[in-house]
């Protein structure tokens, strides 16, 4: 055991030396006086400095005197399973709703000092105290949006209005599905009426079942592929994100969004500090200013998720603010639920069933 | 100079230790523990529901491995007949698509096999399809072909570049016809090309995980994704995902044992 604990301390150190190094690389960019902070995000989650959009990270360590190491990931498992294993410090990190109740169950996060975050007074409402963080301790929201059907409106014979067009016969081999479990779940639990977070367990068979009974009018199962293959055509329902719905609809003016009757999915990715921060307070500091006007705004634009920040909202444009997509209203919103950390028994069954329903 | 060449090799036995070794041993670990660190045997209990996912990983990679030599053999044979020159420049061509990322070549074949893909574009030109190819075993058969059969002819290339032509003569001097001088002395001589190349295309295959998502549309689900899935699904689950890795070694161990065993056979009729 005592070699065992050897080894992962050299591993450890060794990508603690990598990770430094990298660190240096990457920061000779910045001004290194006010310390070296080390954000991990979504891919293609922020302004960046293309299409004329502003470079938020060159601008916030402009502002904090620091220097930023911003890395990517694309699941919030790659990042849970990178954060667990210790080898990489981040300070902060942007995980979704039930990802977050999770960290927090596991003691992985920080409680946040708001006196150095004053502009997360901005905070809409109802994203101030949330279900994954009841008293609000843990996260700052950076984007929402809903899950909803995208739909090419040359291929469906009536706009659907619910989640049973995924299971429609008429539109056999052009339906695709999401490739992760708790989506796919979740849609299909929202079809039989039950809860996208519930724990029993004959709920979730009969919900394994239904999904089982889709195979026969797959295409297939995706993500990011989604985009390319609903632009051309390819499929005429599907469902997606909000956000990434309006990219498509902008590329093909063809393709409609909805949000089924029986409900949705709505998510919430927030900023967090990790427990093991080593620059606490400057990472607060960089949550604060992504929470500026300004930097909100350029971000907001640029992905086209829906902010939380009241600020960020007033000045949208009115066609953004308007844009039922982005923002629906708050009697659609009623019948959406956002995902919360489940269970152990919960995660495993729901993976196991996942696991023969594709593997079938 | 023994202790000097000995160690001009430490770099790498570090090297080994570190990232081959350990990590080797944390599999063996993690695959016969529980996630409390206990020994148990249910990890690979568990995984007999998944048996016809191994089938099929296995047969398509038998499949591709058969076409990669299939397609591989004539063309090593040829590209070693030609110039110096004429085998530089083959052998770029060959390597050149490999220069480009994995990931956006198989992405490639998906916006060609599509249903509205450019074949099918192409062929409604004629009147004819549109044929379903996207998200079929035919499709990661594909994929799996075409990423991986620069590594087949590249080794039976080398093997063959060796074999004299004076053998070849010789043979067909001796009454051999085609036929003949392909299964009595091309294929003979080949035999250590093949084996590499048969463990240069089987080994990627039976393990790859993107070529059947992107080109088998999640369904066409291979050994691959299912230990992806225990590592980046929505559980975390380092156990099972690690006994499954140790019974895929297993499996690769077994097959490379079947053939060389072959190879052996071969090398001593051959000197009989």
């Known amino acids: ?309 009241q600020n960020v909202y007033d000045a949208l444009d009115e066609d953004t603010k308007q844009n039922p997509i982005i923002y629906p209203d708050d009697e659609t919103l009623s019948r959406c639920e956002s995902f919360i950390n489940l269970p152990d028994e919960t995660n495993t069954l729901v993976q196991d069933l996942w696991n023969e329903i594709i593997a079938e | 100079m023994k202790a000097k060449s000995k160690f001009a090799a430490v770099p790498y036995l570090v090297w080994m230790l570190i990232f081959i070794l350990v990590p080797l041993g944390m599999v063996i670990f993690f695959g016969f523990t529980t996630t409390g660190g206990e020994f148990t045997f249910d990890n690979f209990t568990g995984i007999v529901k998944y048996a016809h996912v191994f089938w099929k990983s296995i047969y398509l990679s038998v499949i591709a491995t058969l076409i990669c030599l299939v397609l591989g053999f004539p063309l090593g044979f040829l590209m070693s007949r030609m110039s110096e020159v004429g085998q530089r420049t083959m052998l770029m061509l060959i390597m050149l698509p490999m220069w480009m990322s994995f990931l956006l070549r198989t992405y490639g074949w998906m916006t060609l096999l599509e249903n509205e893909g450019l074949i099918n574009k192409f062929l409604e030109l004629f009147g004819i399809g549109p044929f379903t190819m996207i998200n079929t075993q035919g499709a990661v058969v594909l994929g799996m072909v075409y990423n991986y059969l620069p590594f087949a002819i590249m080794p039976l290339h080398s093997i063959m570049v060796k074999i004299d032509k004076s053998v070849i003569e010789a043979a067909q001097d001796l009454g051999a016809n085609g036929f003949h001088v392909l299964i009595k002395v091309l294929i003979p001589l080949s035999i250590p090309g093949i084996i590499t190349a048969i463990t240069m295309v089987f080994v990627p295959s039976v393990s790859t995980f993107i070529i059947s998502r992107m080109l088998g549309g999640g369904q066409n689900m291979l050994i691959g994704d299912l230990i992806e899935q225990q590592f980046l699904g929505s559980v975390y689950n380092p156990n099972v995902g690690s006994s499954m890795s140790l019974i895929l070694m297993v499996i690769i161990l077994i097959i490379m044992g079947i053939i060389n065993h072959f190879d052996d056979e071969e090398m001593e009729g051959m000197l009989v």
């Open chain 1, 1 to 309: 055991m005592k070699k065992l604990f050897a080894v992962s301390l050299t591993a450890a150190l060794l990508a603690g030396t990598c990770a430094m190094a990298a660190g240096c690389g990457n920061g000779a960019g910045g001004n290194g006086d006010g310390g070296t902070l080390s954000v991990y995000n979504w891919g293609e989650y922020i302004a960046d400095g293309t299409d004329g959009s502003m470079d938020a990270i060159a601008e916030i360590e402009e502002r904090l005197g620091c220097s930023i190491i911003y890395d990517l990931y694309s699941t919030n498992e790659e990042m849970f399973t990178k954060i667990q294993s210790g080898a990489v410090d981040y300070d902060v990190i942007v995980p979704s709703d039930y990802m977050i109740s999770r960290m927090i169950d596991a003691d992985m996060l920080a409680e946040l000092n708001f006196d150095n975050i004053p502009n997360a007074a901005n905070l809409m409402e109802r994203f101030q105290k949330t279900d994954y963080d009841p008293e609000g301790k843990y996260s700052v929201p950076y984007t929402w949006g809903t899950v909803g059907l995208i739909y090419n409106t040359t291929m469906v014979e009536e706009d659907p209005d619910s989640w049973n067009a995924l299971w429609d016969e008429r539109y056999d081999g052009k339906i695709f599905m999401f490739s992760n479990s708790r989506d796919a779940f979740g849609i299909a639990l929202k079809l039989l009426g039950y809860s996208q977070n519930t724990t029993d367990e004959a709920q979730i068979r009969e919900a394994a079942d239904l999904l089982k009974k889709q195979k026969d009018v797959l295409q297939a199962y995706v993500m990011d592929e989604i985009f390319d293959k609903m632009e051309i055509g390819e499929g005429a329902v599907a469902p997606y994100y909000a956000g990434d719905a309006v990219t498509m609809i902008s590329e093909n003016p063809d393709l409609a969004y909805v949000l089924p009757k029986e409900g949705s999915n709505v998510f919430i990715d927030a900023m967090c500090v990790t427990k093991d921060s080593p620059n606490k307070e400057l990472a607060e500091k960089f949550i604060n200013e992504m929470c500026s006007t300004d930097i909100g705004l350029a971000n907001i634009e640029k992905i086209c998720y829906s902010t939380p920040l």
